[in-house]
């Protein structure tokens, strides 16, 4: 007896509450990133519904490595959500092609963002954007300010400063001059050769110049990050071919280590972690005065479900997301990932500041071997990720890696076969 | 068992018929099972297929199956969206294209070693290891035996982690424990370098799995009855050659078995590579084996898609090779092997 009324008021209730949101729109989001889970809940979707009364929105992710399989399955079984965090490049172009993704064209909003942001979610022509761009990752180098004092370093501009640097804290033997292993292979590849590489090829003139097929990466600019890459090898700590990507970031937050070759993704994990002042320095020129470039790569984005319902709802939350109210959110609660629009954010994290300055002073550029590059086999990304391994090691010449490079690359692309 | 007499009385009875249904009558009591061989004239024998029937279709939806299916996928590829029946191209490419048939090759001989390393260093010490335990004399050999054997139920993922710290250039204990000797010129990180990475590796696997062989040759040994050790001591064969002349003969089937469980074993390692190394099995490919290989074909890595197809046709030739070595040691080995009745 007691159990039916429960059942009675239970259904009561859901039929009431059923009725109450009955001219709601219920907008599901499809993401990896659980771990900003409670920053949706409590700061980005009160804000927006504050803003637009009858469409609410649920934030459901999945985990990081079966995000894209998860995703894929729901997609294709039609019970996806209607809006869909997208990974960069050919993963989210995938979906695109299967007719997965809606065109957003026509959404005005997407003027707020510049080509560079936009070249993640675009068809390979650009002719067609499927998603929103929310947050690019910059690389560059964090290091210990209190380490720099103590031993009279300045924050290295050149390359030569650089290596000035790395030697006197070798020399002082108080710290660890650089933490970095290559025992992971692909910080080598991200925080090493994509780092300081776009010095090199110029930025986006030396990427796109790869991906036309008028440049080859048997050139000086993209054999060249490697022979500086060589020279790191002993200012990097004893045991470093077996050192892990965990074993890098606690040398440094130990304060062991001087300098780290970062990703800003890092900052919120080291401002917790660290006891010591930080600072960043970007990637340092050949001569004083250059033209500085940073990779300055797209990392999420957030596009439409083709098959959505409510594609009115689905257009004004990603109209929403382009706007500064968005980027000034999650700038703020995510230092290390910065938004992508035009209109430039106020952060409050002093090291994201720094970070983000880089933007008015530099070029920026993506990683070269994202877009396009890395769909054949062998995987150019891959293979960066060891032939830096090999350069920072001295297993191999720049030249023989460049070479090498280039043999695999020509095999299936069709642009760099003459 | 009062019935045999019996039928022994019908023998002398001289009568056939009498003698057959006899028998007959004998073991439906004695056994039943000639009652179903009685009843099959009847009616067709259902309650095999029904006893059989669990068991295949287990078998069949979890391993037949999906077996049969991979090499069914491995004829196919992938071309602007659709699938197409290609034939055996995939393993053309896989033997013959420069690009995949370098990994390959890279691979199954890291394989080789991989196997070779278990086996000469793993089942000698196993074996010896069994022999020292089963020495009646020995103390505590229960405490060791557990000891020995706890490894064998750890995760790949906490000996990976383990053995990554112990030797880790940073924070382990390995080079701290070679300098309290003396010897800190010997340590090398030794995981991060292409030279002694995999035999690192397979030395890792070494120690987490000798309980297997062990516990399979202490089992054997076991079981050699005590009278022929004896006898052996009677005719002036004690100590060590009692283990070579008499022991060693006696569990040479349980070697063979262990043999080829360690090659099955190690040509479908995966874990501890992937663990401990990833899935590109660094440095440089140097820990690739065809587990890590096929894994990273057919389920892709960072910006590399995975492709089934391809994968599936390495899983082919695992399928193959595992096939063949177990068919030498089946056919070229285990029939040649004198076996003595205990």
């Known amino acids: 007896m007691k159990r039916k009324t429960l059942k009675a008021v239970l259904t009561a209730t859901t039929l009431t509450a059923t009725a109450s949101w009955a001219d709601d729109v219920t907008l599901t989001i499809e993401s990896w990133r659980n771990d900003d889970l409670t920053l949706w809940q409590d700061k980005i979707i009160p804000a927006f519904e504050a803003k637009h009364p009858g469409i609410r929105v649920k934030f459901t992710p999945s985990a990081p490595p079966e995000y894209n399989a998860v995703l894929n ?122 780092n300081i590489g776009p010095n090199y090829w110029k930025g986006e003139n030396g990427r796109r110049a790869l991906i036309a097929g008028e440049q080859k990466l048997t050139d000086e600019a993209w054999t060249a990050p490697y022979a500086t890459l060589a020279k790191w090898s002993p200012y990097l700590g004893d045991g470093y071919e077996a050192q892990t990507y965990p074993d890098s970031q606690n040398l440094f937050t130990l304060g062991r280590a001087a300098i780290y070759p970062a990703g800003s993704w890092e900052i919120s994990g080291f401002n917790t972690l660290a006891d010591f002042k930080m600072g960043a320095f970007k990637p340092p020129v050949q001569n004083a005065g250059d033209t500085c470039y940073i990779s300055d790569h797209t990392d999420i984005g957030i596009g439409m479900n083709a098959s959505t319902d409510n594609p009115e709802a689905a257009k004004a939350f990603l109209t929403w997301v382009a706007s500064p109210e968005f980027a000034a ?57 060891g032939a830096s391994v090999a350069a920072i090691k001295g297993t191999a010449s720049p030249e023989e890696l460049g070479t090498k490079l280039q043999d695999g690359l020509a095999s299936w692309y069709a642009p760099q076969q003459n | 068992m009062s019935r045999p007499l019996q039928t022994g009385k019908a023998i002398h009875a001289n009568d056939v018929s009498a003698f057959a249904q006899d028998i007959n009558e004998a073991s439906r009591l004695e056994t039943g099972k000639s009652v179903q061989k009685h009843a099959s004239r009847r009616r067709p024998r259902l309650h095999i297929a029904v006893f059989l029937a669990p068991a295949v279709l287990i078998y069949t939806a979890v391993m037949i199956f999906p077996l049969a299916n991979t090499l069914r996928l491995a004829l196919y590829s992938r071309i602007d969206q659709e699938r197409v029946f290609t034939g055996l191209a995939n393993f053309q490419t896989l033997f013959f294209d420069p690009i995949w048939s370098e990994q390959f090759w890279n691979a199954l001989g890291n394989n080789f070693w991989f196997f070779l390393v278990h086996m000469l260093v793993q089942n000698p010490i196993g074996i010896a290891l069994a022999a020292i335990l089963s020495h009646p004399r020995l103390r505590f ?60 590796l397979a030395l890792i696997s070494v120690w987490q799995f000798i309980g297997i062989p062990m516990m399979l040759i202490y089992a054997a040994l076991l079981s050699i009855p005590e009278e022929i050790l004896e006898a052996g001591e009677v005719d002036g064969i004690t100590g060590m050659g009692a283990f070579w002349k008499i022991k060693l003969p006696l569990i040479l089937p349980s070697i063979g078995i262990i043999s ?83």
């Open chain 1, 73 to 194: 399955s729901k997609l294709d079984a039609g019970s996806a959500g209607d809006l869909i965090t997208c990974r960069p490049f050919d993963a989210s172009l995938a979906l695109f092609q299967a007719g997965h993704l809606a065109d957003l064209g026509d959404l005005d909003a997407m003027s707020n963002f510049s080509d560079v942001a936009k070249s993640a979610w675009q068809t390979d022509d650009g002719s067609s954007s499927f998603c929103v761009p929310m947050a690019s990752v910059i690389h560059g180098f964090i290091y210990n300010a209190d380490a720099f004092a103590e031993l009279g370093i300045e924050v290295p501009k050149t390359e030569a400063d650089f290596f000035a640097a790395l030697e006197k804290i070798s020399e002082d033997g108080s710290y660890i001059p650089m933490a970095m292993g290559t025992n992971d292979q692909w910080e080598a590849a991200t925080m090493g050769y994509n």
């Open chain 1, 329 to 385: 959110i999650f700038g703020n609660a995510l230092p290390g990932f910065f938004p992508l629009s035009k209109e430039p954010v106020e952060l409050e994290d002093p090291l994201a500041k720094e970070f983000v300055s880089w933007r008015g002073e530099c070029e920026s550029t993506i990683r070269s071997t994202y877009q396009i590059l890395s769909r054949g086999t062998p995987n150019l990304e891959n293979e960066t990720w």
């Open chain 2, 141 to 200: 050999a229960a405490l060791y035996r557990s000891a020995i054997f706890i490894p064998t139920i750890l995760s790949f993922v906490i000996v990976g982690f383990a053995w990554k710290l112990i030797l880790s250039p940073i924070w382990g204990i390995a080079p701290s424990m070679l300098d309290a000797v003396g010897l800190k010129s010997l340590f090398a990180p030794w995981l991060g370098k292409e030279e002694y990475a995999l035999t690192t």
């Open chain 2, 260 to 342: 080829i469980l360690t090659f099955v074993g190690n040509f479908n390692a995966f874990d501890l590579i992937y663990a401990s190394q990833g899935a590109l099995a660094g440095p440089d490919f140097s820990t690739d084996i065809l587990g890590t290989f096929m894994y990273r074909t057919f389920f892709g890595f960072q910006l590399q898609l995975g492709d089934p197809h391809m994968g599936s046709a390495i899983a082919g030739a695992m399928f193959a090779i595992i096939l063949l070595g177990v068919c030498i040691y089946l056919f070229g080995v285990q029939t040649r092997m004198r076996r003595y009745q205990l």
